[in-house]
């Protein structure tokens, strides 16, 4: 069966759908920067499959979440020969994740998505902070240098915050 856009129109449909040769290319450079770097999951592939992908938040969702899932246990797989798991910890986390996870998918059908996606937005923002802080040796927190740059990206942060609040704004005649 074809698929429909919300008009019920099955040709409108396939023209908002992305091209599958092209989702493959950049799900490759996500899995790429996940592999090296040890992190993405839903930090690139949502970004990766809403902004080049062009599919709607929640389907982009819905995708991220079983692409993680598989790739999840292809690790695992790949894992499970050279590296002891602690089971009963494997299994507490991952209890407490899909009771999370659970609550998490009943509440966001109640928050509005603007307010999602910007504390989903400073949640990233805060956590690529706090590792790039991790990562700075002790030196680097005395030096002049490191405060300058650290004040000046965060006036461009709030300078981009204010700004993209005023475009929201009202505008009354």
Known sequence: AASRDASGDPARAEERRPALGGLAVKGLAVGAVTGLVGAGGGFLVVPALVLLGGLPAGVAVGTSLLTIAMNSFAGLAGHLADVTVDWGLALTVTAAA?????????????????????????????TGAS?????????????????????????????ALAASRLRRAPRYP
Do not use: E, I, K, M
């Not at 590792?131 to 300078?159: E, K, R, Y």
């Open 131 to 159: 590792v790039l802080a991790g990562q700075l040796p002790a030196a680097a927190w005395t030096h002049p240098v490191t405060w300058g740059v650290l004040g000046a990206g965060l006036g461009s942060g709030v300078t």
């Open 98 to 126: 899909v009771l999370g996870g659970t609550f998490g998918a009943r509440l966001a059908g109640r928050v509005p998505p603007d307010a999602l996606r910007a504390a989903f937005g400073w949640f990233t923002v805060v």
